[in-house]
Every structure is written in structure tokens, then in C-alpha cells.
């Protein structure tokens, strides 16, 4: 489980910081850790790896579940990262936020993607 937490900590890292970096037109590293991972990434692969594994013969229930675990995660990650390390990382500015931590509207393609 630790290859593949560190792998896709890696393999979230470019991926966001690509699609940062497209949108600002100029190279973004994201993430708050010096290096190129972002742990959230690594976790939320290692949760859907465990329920996969678990639920493997339900896709639905997977799929489901596994959007609300990779919601709750998300959100308390923003929670420690405010309070915790006193910095504030998420705001995406829309309406459909959970107190402005989780973009509800990228419950579903993430969940689908993952």
C-alpha cells in the first residue's frame, strides 16, 4: 500500500499542478510540501484500492462510496491545513462549495476518474 500511496502522491502532483499550470499559462507547483507529491492524492488512491478490494463485486456501491469517503477526506484535509498549519490552501469561489473546502460540483468526475 505504500508504493501505491507514494505513487500517486507523485502522480497527483503533475496532475494538478499540469492542469494549474494550463490554466494560469505559466508553470504552477502546487501543493503545500517541498517535492513533487501531494499526500491527499496518495490517500485518496490507498481509500479506493481498500473499498475496491472490499466491494469489488458492486461497481456502484464502489463508486459511491468511494465519492463520499474522497469528499469527507478532502474536507478534513482542508480543516488540518487551516487550522493546523494556519493556512488557508482551498477556495474555489462558486457556490457549490462545503463551507468553500470541497467543490461539490468535482464529486463526480473525481469519483469517476479515481
Do not use: Q
Request: with cysteine; glycine share 6%.
Amino acid at each position: 500500500m505504500l508504493t501505491y500511496f507514494c505513487i500517486y502522491s507523485i502522480i497527483g502532483y503533475f496532475m494538478e499542478s499540469t492542469y494549474i499550470s494550463i490554466l494560469k499559462r505559466k508553470w504552477i507547483s502546487s501543493g503545500l510540501l517541498d517535492g513533487p507529491y501531494i499526500p491527499l492524492y496518495g490517500f485518496g488512491a490507498c481509500i479506493l484500492i481498500s473499498i475496491y478490494n472490499f466491494l469489488s463485486k458492486s461497481y456502484i456501491l464502489t463508486f459511491v462510496l468511494g465519492a463520499i469517503l474522497l469528499t469527507i477526506l478532502e474536507y478534513f484535509t482542508s480543516l488540518f491545513i487551516e487550522y493546523l498549519l494556519d493556512t488557508y490552501k482551498t477556495n474555489y469561489g462558486i457556490e457549490w462549495d462545503l463551507k468553500e473546502d470541497v467543490h461539490i460540483d468535482h464529486i463526480i468526475p473525481l469519483a469517476t476518474a479515481k
